[in-house]
């Protein structure tokens, strides 16, 4: 496509349940980032993937999240047993390896009932 | 750890002046400068990218400059439009790691 997709757009669970959240990073772009924007608030890094390793993990806010990105391409976030404190915009974000320049999706709304 | 400040945080103006937007780095030893454009609920857009080796970058009506050795960049919006009006968002990319400042909310008065 485009530009970055992520799905879903919105996303309401009850406390305790698994949610995915998927990322489709523009096509050839080796790096991809997850962030994180709760209401009001700056962005959270999250992690960082190149190709499909993930040297900077370090955003990741408990063992409960967790992601993996497969054929360089597409990226799922994984949250595990939501709390109410997870609600939040995830943003992905797609790299240039060229330039360096970011792209960012439309972000997927997570709120945790 | 690179630290990014916005300053001011939140900026109105009648339509048709000039903004003028602030940002300033603690670690100069960047790769980039990143400034985006986010509208509520939105992601973030992304308006110009100055390399580390640019001063500036202009596109339309915005141009950025870039002083490194300050740590500092400024976005410059001309002529502003009710439609500008959004959250201004400054990167820095140090190696691969993006820092984000907390952003300038521009509301334009038409």
Do not use: M
């Amino acid at each position: 496509g485009a530009g970055v997709s992520q799905s879903p757009s919105n996303k309401v669970t009850e406390k305790g349940k698994d949610v995915e959240l998927r990322c489709d990073p523009i096509s050839g772009h080796t790096a991809l980032y997850w962030y994180r924007q709760s209401l009001g608030q700056g962005l959270e890094f999250l992690i960082y993937f190149q190709g499909n390793s993930a040297p900077d993990k370090s955003g990741l806010p408990s063992d409960r999240f967790s992601a993996e990105r497969t054929g360089g391409s597409v990226s799922t976030l994984t949250i595990q047993r939501t709390q109410q404190e997870d609600s939040a915009v995830y943003l992905c974000a797609s790299g240039n390896q060229g330039t360096g320049e970011l792209f960012f999706g439309e972000g997927s709304r997570l709120t945790v009932l | 750890k690179q630290e990014v400040t916005q300053i001011p945080a939140a900026l109105s103006v009648p339509e048709g002046e000039n903004l003028v937007l602030n940002c300033s780095f603690t670690d100069s030893a960047i790769y980039n400068l990143q400034w985006f454009r986010q509208d509520p609920g939105k992601g973030l857009t992304s308006l110009l990218l100055i390399q580390s080796s640019q001063r500036e970058q202009t596109s339309g009506r915005l141009n950025a400059s870039l002083d490194k050795s300050s740590g500092r960049s400024t976005l410059y919006i001309a002529a502003s439009q009710p439609g500008d009006s959004a959250t201004y968002l400054c990167a820095v990319k140090n190696d691969y790691k993006l820092s984000f400042g907390a952003g300038t909310t521009v509301t334009v008065r038409a």
